[in-house]
């Protein structure tokens, strides 16, 4: 067994599907080697969910340990000028680590909201930055939540505004503004834009960054947690001339190439560093693949969500099972595949075990740990009862055992125009047996009403309880 503060790195992609990686999908029309690699090398998880088909929620739960819904944001994501989402007071995943002697970096897109200063006192999100200080320091966001160190973006890559962040402060001041690019794969939105701040270059330039933390923290004789979310392969699609071309599947496939060409990076650097024995690294993605990639069926026969219904922002599985991998040399079996299901919100109980800290009653309420999974060890007495998923506009469902049910008519999030992800609105709800339909194909809310009941029931208890996971006693 390794020592029980192992250095932990998390790198969560952004739309990445599960069926855009190769040892998730072997019809994958994209390479993935590096991910393929650390699946053969550690162990990859089959039924891996985000608590929200969008981003913003799903970033929320995994540092807080807590389902994002039972915040005042019930919908949608936030923008680049929004303020803080996560509670200045909570327990978050950084704050936990640093309690028992980690340091803790954040590098990439945050999108959890922060509060930057304005010459008039107007929020920053009345008038889209028209106002910030640009010179002045910025409160809350990843250094507000726990992070000793932060370099990235305030939101996706197709929000404004276009500058990096170091720390509490912007790096340069943005002195022009972009026009909105409405084209489907450069998709951004007009707003401020830092000089010489281009598209391509955040996911080398955050890439570039990781690797440098790794490198100085390694040799402190210290543990580290890096939580690196990168802003591929979402909007705008833009991959380096280095991986143009690399992949079967267009422009969205070599950004899925370039992704993981920055798993490879990380593994690259933890060994060369001599700490991959004492590292956790894990893999994974923020939500399904973005709708408009739907085409790619037809271009290239590629379909970024595999055997998997639905997209990013819907309650199908499409939308929030992801490709989950995770490798650590000695501990967790090489070759490994975990069928049970977790969710993000797992990870910060997960850590908790590692070092054998207790979570606070308030935190993590949602979270249940998974380190015998990583151990390859049997189901513990009393795990969780349930998986909560959320859609985009809100809705929600509940996953118990092998049966789902979706407390709406249709995805929860986009609508479809192709025969097959139609939903009539014959019942109102939705019932799957996910271990034989899997790809939801056969709407059973007729033919169970005592399953269907109870399953709603549990779900309208477990947003009573303000919590899932168990209080002890």
Same mark, same amino acid.
């Not at 019809?27 to 998880?45: C, H, N, V, W, Y």
């Not at 303020?83 to 680590?97: A, G, M, Y």
């Not at 060409?261 to 993605?285: D, H, P």
């Given at each position: 067994?390794?020592?029980?503060?192992?250095?932990?790195?998390?790198? *969560?992609?952004?739309?990445?599907?599960?069926?855009?990686?190769?040892?998730?999908?072997? %019809?994958?029309? !994209? %390479?993935?080697?590096?991910?393929?690699?650390?699946?053969?090398?550690?162990?990859?998880?089959?039924?891996? #969910?985000?608590?929200?088909?969008?981003?913003?929620?799903?970033?929320?739960?995994?540092?807080?340990?807590?389902?994002?819904?039972?915040?005042?944001?019930?919908?949608?994501?936030?923008?680049?000028?929004?303020?803080?989402?996560?509670?200045?007071?909570?327990?978050?995943?950084?704050? *936990?680590?640093?309690?028992?002697?980690?340091?803790?970096?954040?590098?990439?897109?945050? #999108?959890?909201?922060?509060?930057?200063?304005?010459?008039?006192?107007?929020?920053?999100? +009345?008038?889209?930055?028209?106002?910030?200080?640009?010179? &002045?320091?910025?409160?809350?966001?990843?250094?507000?939540?726990?992070?000793? /160190? /932060?370099?990235?973006?305030?939101?996706?890559?197709?929000?404004?505004?276009?500058?990096?962040?170091?720390?509490?402060?912007?790096?340069?001041?943005?002195?022009?503004?972009?026009?909105?690019?409405?084209?489907? /794969?450069?998709?951004?939105?007009?707003?401020?834009?830092?000089?010489?701040?281009?598209?391509?270059?955040? *996911?080398?330039?955050?890439? #570039?960054?990781?690797?440098?933390?790794?490198? +100085?923290?390694?040799?402190?004789?210290?543990?580290?947690?890096?939580?690196?979310?990168?802003?591929?392969?979402?909007?705008?699609?833009?991959?380096?001339?280095?991986?143009?071309?690399?992949?079967?599947?267009?422009?969205?496939?070599?950004?899925?190439?370039?992704?993981?060409?920055?798993?490879?990076?990380?593994?690259?650097?933890?060994?060369?560093?001599?700490?991959?024995?004492?590292?956790?690294?894990?893999?994974?993605?923020?939500?399904?693949?973005?709708? !408009?990639?739907?085409?790619?069926?037809?271009?290239?026969?590629?379909?970024?969500?595999? #055997?998997?219904?639905?997209?990013?922002?819907?309650?199908?599985?499409?939308?929030?099972?992801?490709?989950?991998? &995770?490798?650590?040399?000695?501990?967790?079996?090489?070759?490994?595949?975990?069928?049970?299901?977790?969710?993000?919100?797992?990870?910060?109980?997960?850590?908790?075990?590692? !070092?054998?800290?207790? *979570?606070?009653? %308030? &935190?993590?309420? %949602?979270?249940?740990?998974?380190?015998? /999974?990583?151990?390859?060890?049997?189901?513990?007495?009393?795990?969780?009862?349930?998986?909560?998923?959320?859609?985009?506009?809100?809705?929600?469902?509940?996953?118990?055992?092998?049966?789902?049910?979706?407390?709406?008519?249709?995805?929860?999030?986009?609508?479809?125009?192709?025969?097959?992800?139609?939903?009539?609105?014959?019942?109102?709800?939705?019932?799957?047996?996910?271990?034989?339909?899997?790809?939801?194909?056969?709407?059973?809310?007729?033919?169970?009403?005592? !399953?269907?009941?109870?399953?709603?029931?549990?779900?309208?208890?477990?947003?009573?309880?303000?919590?899932?996971?168990?209080?002890?006693?």
């Amino acid at each position: 067994m390794n020592t029980n503060r192992p250095n932990i790195v998390i790198m *969560l992609a952004d739309d990445l599907g599960y069926g855009d990686v190769k040892c998730c999908n072997p %019809d994958s029309k !994209i %390479d993935t080697p590096f991910m393929d690699q650390m699946a053969s090398e550690g162990m990859r998880f089959t039924d891996a #969910h985000t608590s929200s088909a969008v981003c913003t929620p799903s970033r929320y739960a995994l540092l807080t340990g807590r389902y994002c819904w039972r915040t005042p944001m019930k919908a949608g994501v936030l923008f680049g000028y929004d303020s803080d989402l996560v509670e200045p007071e909570r327990t978050t995943l950084p704050k *936990l680590l640093k309690q028992a002697g980690y340091y803790t970096g954040c590098i990439g897109k945050w #999108h959890l909201g922060m509060t930057f200063k304005t010459t008039d006192g107007v929020p920053a999100n +009345q008038n889209e930055g028209d106002t910030i200080d640009w010179e &002045a320091e910025i409160e809350g966001g990843p250094i507000g939540a726990g992070f000793d /160190y /932060y370099f990235g973006i305030s939101a996706s890559l197709d929000m404004s505004p276009y500058v990096y962040i170091r720390n509490n402060r912007f790096t340069d001041v943005p002195l022009n503004k972009r026009e909105r690019d409405r084209r489907p /794969y450069f998709r951004n939105r007009d707003g401020w834009i830092a000089p010489g701040f281009k598209d391509e270059n955040v *996911l080398p330039d955050i890439t #570039h960054e990781a690797v440098q933390f790794i490198e +100085q923290r390694s040799g402190t004789g210290e543990p580290f947690f890096l939580y690196f979310p990168v802003n591929s392969p979402h909007t705008p699609v833009v991959p380096t001339d280095d991986f143009k071309g690399s992949s079967g599947a267009g422009s969205y496939g070599d950004f899925v190439r370039q992704t993981d060409g920055a798993v490879g990076r990380i593994m690259e650097t933890l060994e060369k560093c001599g700490i991959a024995n004492n590292t956790l690294f894990i893999v994974t993605s923020d939500n399904g693949a973005e709708s !408009i990639t739907l085409h790619l069926r037809e271009d290239f026969g590629h379909y970024p969500s595999g #055997h998997l219904k639905g997209m990013k922002r819907d309650l199908w599985d499409g939308g929030h099972r992801m490709p989950f991998i &995770a490798k650590w040399e000695g501990t967790v079996p090489e070759g490994s595949v975990c069928d049970k299901p977790i969710c993000l919100t797992d990870v910060m109980a997960t850590c908790a075990e590692m !070092i054998g800290a207790e *979570l606070p009653h %308030d &935190a993590g309420e %949602d979270s249940f740990g998974f380190l015998n /999974y990583l151990h390859n060890e049997p189901d513990k007495v009393g795990e969780r009862a349930a998986i909560i998923h959320h859609s985009f506009d809100g809705s929600l469902a509940i996953r118990h055992g092998k049966w789902k049910y979706i407390d709406c008519t249709g995805s929860g999030g986009n609508t479809y125009d192709f025969p097959e992800w139609q939903q009539l609105d014959e019942y109102p709800g939705q019932l799957y047996n996910m271990e034989e339909d899997v790809s939801e194909k056969r709407n059973l809310f007729g033919q169970y009403p005592e !399953i269907v009941h109870d399953l709603k029931q549990l779900l309208e208890q477990l947003k009573a309880d303000g919590r899932s996971r168990p209080v002890k006693v």
